[in-house]
């Protein structure tokens, strides 16, 4: 009896520490689908990638989009739920007019270098908000008929933008000044060499680059994300994002390598229904339309109207944000608050802060006012006694 007890504890040990693992396991799973559904997430655009029969790991390289593809990318594997090491490849071979751009008081080259890090930032002097203009020249004249913009993360969208060309020697209004809700802007075919695009803004403007739709140019474009696939495996390919996106590969094959890449058809490109419009100070308002990017407002109150939200607006003017001012119609940059009540002192009463420093002086006060009257009182009653 004494060893059926023992093989039955033992087994019973053994069934619950399998019990244990195997949940420790499908936690650790869970934690692991979750983590690349939030990646996920940040993906506009998605399509479905159609690896060929293949017997052994195979290079791939499927074609996409050069601009979609220059605003991120991932590859994922749907069988096993994590993203696989790419590599973004492309081949040029375009006819687009190049062009400079002049931008305070300088002629930059951010948006020919290829570097999507870099940009030219436009600062916020005054709450009224400011404007900021590019000057764009060209040897030869670009025929568009729009033009797109790009922005570092975390910057909302100018609130205007004005495009003006000098055409036969005049300077006309491309496209006068438009709400923006986007950053690619259409306009009637125009054809000219000196450009001038101007943003009104009232946060902090951060342009990353900046290209015109020259449909009179032919150009060929060649983009493609390559990957290396394993026989069984589906692949998906997830495309544009709008902020940094977290994402785990393990280590990175040579991708550089030319030969025996297979390139595979394209397919279509479908909205991602996963994404979720990024939103920093996650207020239910997304960054390009929020007001106050930073600072939470749903209800994206702007008392002046100037663009800015009442949030982060600055009505005194001190350099403190109107959320974080403890005085917001007075400047105190110090924010001095010597009873601690929330209340800066240059708009709080002196009684106030006595008051509300020494909280006991106010019952002492009541206190003693008693003692007086209870001493009239008695006073009195003996007064009227002996009076009798």
């Known amino acids: 009896m004494k060893k059926i007890a023992k093989k039955i504890i ?7 520490v399998g019990v244990i693992f195997f949940s420790v396991l499908a936690v650790f ?7 690349a559904e939030d990646s996920l997430r940040a993906f506009v655009w998605m399509k479905d990638v159609p690896v060929p029969a293949i017997t052994i790991p195979t290079v791939v390289e499927a074609p996409i989009d050069e601009s979609t593809g220059n605003e991120g990318f991932a590859v994922f594997e749907e069988t096993t739920k994590t993203f ?15 062009f400079s751009v002049e931008a305070l008081g300088k002629t930059s080259q951010i948006f020919s270098d290829g570097d999507a ?15 900021a203009e590019l000057r764009i020249h060209s040897m030869s004249p670009i ?10 993360r975390f910057v909302a969208l100018p609130r205007t933008i004005e495009v003006r060309a000098i055409v036969d020697g005049t300077e006309r209004i491309v496209l006068a000044s438009s709400m923006l809700n986007d ?13 001038t695009v101007r943003f009104g803004y009232v946060q902090p ?5 900046l290209s015109f739709f020259e449909e009179d140019n032919a150009h060929i474009n060649s983009a493609g994300v390559r990957f290396l696939a394993r026989p069984g495996e589906r692949y998906r390919l997830y495309l544009g994002t709008d902020r940094l996106v977290p994402i785990r590969v393990g280590e ?5 390598d030319d030969r025996d890449v297979v390139r595979i058809a394209d397919s279509e490109k479908v909205k991602n229904p996963l994404y979720v419009p990024v939103d920093t100070d996650e207020d239910g308002v997304k960054d390009l339309l929020d007001n106050c990017v930073f600072d939470k407002n749903s209800d994206q109150k702007d008392e002046n109207s100037n663009g800015r939200g009442d949030v982060c607006d600055d009505y005194d003017h001190d350099g403190i944000a109107n959320g974080k001012d403890n005085c917001m119609s007075y400047p105190n940059s110090d924010q001095r608050d010597t009873d601690g009540d929330g209340k800066g002192d240059i708009c709080d009463s002196e009684e106030s802060r006595v008051l509300e420093k020494y909280s006991w002086l106010s019952w002492a006060g009541i206190s003693l006012a008693g003692i007086v009257v209870a001493i009239l009182f008695a006073l009195t009653m003996r007064q009227m006694k002996r009076n009798k």
């Open 117 to 131: 890090t870099n940009f030219i930032e436009f600062p916020v002097s005054d709450e009224r908000g400011a404007t």
């Open 205 to 209: 403007l951060r342009i990353t680059g």
């Open 143 to 152: 025929a568009a008929t729009g033009l797109m913009f790009s922005l570092d």
């Open 29 to 35: 799973a869970k934690e692991k689908t979750e983590m």
């Open 84 to 98: 696989q090491p790419s590599l973004f490849k492309e081949s040029i071979q375009f006819t687009k007019v190049a």
């Open 183 to 195: 950053r690619v802007i259409r306009f009637p075919k125009v054809s000219a060499a000196e450009w």
């Open 10 to 16: 033992v087994a019973v040990s053994l069934f619950f």
């Open 252 to 256: 990175r094959p040579n991708l550089f």
